[in-house]
């Protein structure tokens, strides 16, 4: 059974800085893309940025020049580190990731920027 759990998640002032984990369980062999999801309180989930398997990464406009992606294939984890958070950063952070064809999302974790 495929699960991934995210963690990192904790309350920061703004301007600091913070790294969410996702990391996938199961028998699995590869893991194509992958990517983070948030969903802010009363909007819809929206993209915030996301890796292939060969690295390449694309970024929200919103988050471009402060978030960055990157993964560890051999452990199975994809990472997420925000600096200069803005309190409109504030969301439920989803992992989601697409493994032998099925897209399989995380629990969520949160994230909230005081001002």
């Known amino acids: 059974q495929v699960r991934l759990v995210e963690s990192g998640g904790d309350l920061v002032q703004a301007g600091g800085s913070l790294e969410l984990s996702c990391t996938a369980s199961g028998i699995i062999f590869n893991i194509n893309g992958m990517a983070w999801y948030r969903q802010a309180p009363g909007k819809e989930r929206e993209l915030v940025g996301s890796?292939?398997?060969?690295?390449?990464?694309n970024y929200a406009e919103s988050v471009k020049g402060r978030f960055a992606i990157t993964r560890d294939s051999t452990k199975k984890t994809m990472y997420l580190k925000m600096n200069s958070l803005k309190p409109e950063d504030t969301a439920v952070y989803y992992c989601h990731a697409i493994i032998y064809g099925t897209g399989y999302w995380g629990q969520g974790t949160q994230v909230t920027v005081s001002s």
């Open positions: 890796i292939t398997s060969a690295g390449a990464t």
